[in-house]
């Protein structure tokens, strides 16, 4: 019987060190595991913050052109309407000269 208990001690103490060599192998891998963890998280991050940022400019840029057009349109609907009233300044001009060359 004694012979079993110490084959049984030694089977635990055989279980406890594998144990505790696992535990010291993840122990001394968890430290470049977070490492790169967080250099995943570093490199989604700057990404992400990239993708971001062209957004913004595209939608500067865009905004931009929108506002560089309607100024244009802006410019051209005046010159319009200031040709307009010299036009009709001289049709008005125009027909009351027949009218008045007419009696």
Do not use: C, W
């Given at each position: 019987?004694?012979e079993?208990?110490?084959?049984?001690v030694?089977?635990i103490?055989?279980?406890?060190?594998t144990?505790?060599?696992t535990a010291?192998?993840e122990?001394?891998?968890?430290?470049?595991k977070?490492?790169?963890d967080a250099?995943?998280?570093?490199e989604?991050s700057?990404l992400?913050a990239e993708e971001e940022?062209?957004?913004?400019?595209?939608?500067?840029e865009?905004?931009e052109?929108t506002?560089?057009?309607?100024?244009q349109a802006?410019e051209?609907t005046?010159?319009k309407?200031?040709?307009?009233?010299?036009?009709?300044?001289r049709?008005?001009a125009?027909?009351?000269?027949?009218?008045?060359?007419?009696?």
């Open positions: 019987m004694s079993k208990l110490i084959q049984q030694l089977e103490e055989k279980q406890a060190r144990i505790h060599d010291v192998s122990a001394e891998q968890t430290p470049a977070a490492e790169q250099q995943d998280i570093i989604k700057r992400a940022a062209h957004q913004m400019i595209a939608k500067a865009a905004q052109e506002a560089r057009i309607l100024a802006e051209n005046h010159q309407e200031t040709n307009a009233a010299a036009n009709f300044d049709a008005v125009y027909v009351l000269d027949q009218v008045i060359g007419k009696e």
